[in-house]
C-alpha cells in the first residue's frame, strides 16, 4: 500500500493511493497515518478495504507521510562513495544523530533557507519508519519492526554543521529541513530496500544517481544497531544516509540559493519537489 497525507499544514486526512492513482481518504477508518495505524495489525486492517468503496479526496497538498513522529534519527557517512568524497573515511559503526521533529514537512512544500547560511545542501535518502516498538531486536527479526519506507530529504547547512561547534543536529535541524513523503510505501511492495535507485536534480540538473546497494549499513543492521540504545517506536523515522553528488563533494562546493528548484526520488517509493525560499 501507499499511504499520504492529504490537506492544508495541521489538518491532513489519512489517506491510501489507489492502484489507478486516485487519492481515497482513510479518516473513517483511521484517526491518522502514525501509531497504531502503522503496526502489523493496523495496515492488516487497513489492506482488508476496498479502496473503491472509499471517498476520492481531490488532489492537493501532501503532507509529510507520517503522522506523530517522536524521533527522527539519521545515518552519517553511510554510502562508502559519498564518505570518499567528503573526505571522511567509512565508519567502524553508524554515525547517529538527530533531526528535529520541527523540521518535517510535506514532501513538495518550501523549503527555507535559514538565516545567515550560506551552505544548504541536499540529500537523497531512504527513510524507514517503524511499525512496532523495537528494543534490542537481532538483525534477523529487525525488518519485522518496519512498517514501510519513504523518500527522505536530510537537508544540511554545512556550516553550522561542521563548521561551528559542538554537534551536527544544529545543521540538520532547521525548520523545513525535514520533507517526507509522498508515500509511506509498505515493506510489502519493497522486495529489497538495499537495492533501490535513487536520483536527486537541482534546477534540472542531475546531481545524484545513485542506488541504496552501497550502503555500508543496511536497514535491518541500522534497526538492530539503534534498538541496542534506544526503543524505536511507532513513527519514528530513520534516515538511512545518502548517496555521492551532494553540493560539499563538488570541486568547487555548490550551494542552493534563493529560488533553486530540488527534485528528488527513490524507486518505487514517489518523489518530491521542493523550492528553497531565503528564510527572511
Not at 534540472?204 to 545513485?210: A, I, K, R, V, Y
Request: proline residues 6%.
Amino acid at each position: 500500500m501507499k499511504l499520504m497525507r492529504v490537506g492544508e499544514a495541521g489538518r491532513e486526512k489519512p489517506a491510501l493511493l489507489d492502484a489507478d492513482g486516485k487519492i481515497r481518504d482513510l479518516s473513517a477508518h483511521v484517526a491518522d497515518i502514525g501509531g497504531e495505524a502503522i503496526s502489523p495489525a493496523g495496515l492488516a486492517r487497513i489492506a482488508a478495504l476496498d479502496p473503491k468503496i472509499l471517498p476520492e479526496l481531490a488532489p492537493g497538498r501532501i503532507g509529510a507521510c507520517v503522522a506523530g513522529t517522536g524521533k527522527f534519527i539519521c545515518i552519517g557517512l553511510n554510502f562508502s562513495d559519498h564518505a570518499a568524497e567528503t573526505g571522511a573515511t567509512v565508519p567502524p559503526e553508524p554515525v547517529i544523530f538527530m533531526k528535529a521533529t520541527s523540521a518535517i514537512v510535506g514532501p513538495n512544500d518550501t523549503v527555507l533557507i535559514p538565516r545567515g547560511s550560506e551552505k544548504t545542501d541536499w540529500e537523497v535518502e531512504l527513510g524507514v519508519v517503524i511499525g512496532k516498538t523495537a528494543k534490542y531486536v537481532s538483525e534477523a527479526e529487525a525488518l519485522d519492526y518496519v512498517a514501510g519506507y519513504c523518500v527522505s530529504h536530510d537537508v544540511s547547512e554545512r556550516a553550522f554543521q561542521t563548521e561551528r561547534a559542538g554537534q551536527w543536529t544544529k545543521g540538520k535541524s532547521c525548520d523545513t529541513f525535514g520533507p517526507i513523503g509522498p508515500w509511506l510505501v509498505t515493506k510489502d511492495e519493497i522486495a529489497d530496500p538495499q537495492n533501490l535507485g535513487m536520483w536527486l536534480k537541482v534546477n534540472g540538473q542531475t546531481m545524484q544517481n545513485g542506488s541504496s546497494k552501497t550502503m555500508v549499513y543496511g536497514v535491518a543492521h541500522i534497526v538492530s544497531y539503534l534498538s541496542q540504545f534506544m526503543s524505536l517506536h511507532p513513527g519514528d523515522v530513520i534516515s538511512t544516509g545518502t548517496p555521492p553528488g551532494v553540493g560539499m563533494g563538488m570541486k568547487p562546493p555548490r550551494y542552493l540559493t534563493d529560488g533553486d528548484v530540488v527534485e528528488l526520488g527513490i524507486e518505487g517509493l514517489g518523489s518530491q519537489k521542493q523550492s528553497f525560499v531565503a528564510d527572511r
